[in-house]
C-alpha cells in the first residue's frame, strides 16, 4: 500500500512538472488547428467566389475586354495588310482547273 502511494505521488509529481509543456503543446495544437481551419475556408470560398465571377456575365464581358487589349497591345499592326480581300471556296473548282495531258 505504501508502495502504490508513493508511486502515485512521484507519478503525480512527473506530470505536474509536466503540465506546463503540455499546456504549451495544447496551445500549439490548437493554433494550427484554427490556421488550417482558416485556410480550409479561405480555399473554399475563394474558389465559390471565383467560379460565380467567371461564370456571370459582367465578369465574363471584363475578362474578354482585358485580353483583348492586351492582345491589342501586344500585336499593334501585326496583320496591318496581310489579309486578303477574298478568298475562294473550301472545295476547289474542279471545271475551272485544265486538264494533265496524260
Given at each position: 500500500?505504501?508502495?502504490?502511494?508513493?508511486?502515485l505521488?512521484?507519478?503525480?509529481?512527473l506530470?505536474w512538472?509536466?503540465?506546463?509543456?503540455?499546456?504549451?503543446?495544447?496551445?500549439?495544437?490548437d493554433g494550427?488547428?484554427?490556421?488550417s481551419?482558416?485556410l480550409?475556408a479561405?480555399?473554399?470560398g475563394g474558389?465559390?467566389?471565383?467560379?460565380?465571377?467567371?461564370?456571370s456575365e459582367q465578369?465574363?464581358a471584363?475578362?474578354?475586354?482585358a485580353?483583348?487589349?492586351d492582345i491589342?497591345k501586344?500585336?499593334?499592326g501585326?496583320?496591318?495588310?496581310?489579309?486578303?480581300k477574298s478568298t475562294?471556296?473550301?472545295?476547289?473548282?474542279?471545271k475551272s482547273?485544265t486538264?494533265?495531258?496524260?
Open positions: 500500500m505504501v508502495r502504490q502511494v508513493a508511486r505521488n512521484s507519478l503525480l509529481l506530470l512538472r509536466h503540465s506546463n509543456k503540455i499546456k504549451m503543446i495544447r496551445k500549439i495544437l494550427l488547428a484554427v490556421a481551419f482558416v480550409t479561405g480555399i473554399i474558389g465559390f467566389f471565383g467560379y460565380k465571377y467567371v461564370t465578369g465574363q471584363k475578362i474578354k475586354n485580353i483583348m487589349g491589342k501586344a500585336l499593334p501585326a496583320i496591318g495588310g496581310q489579309m486578303p475562294g471556296g473550301a472545295i476547289p473548282d474542279l482547273q486538264k494533265l495531258g496524260f
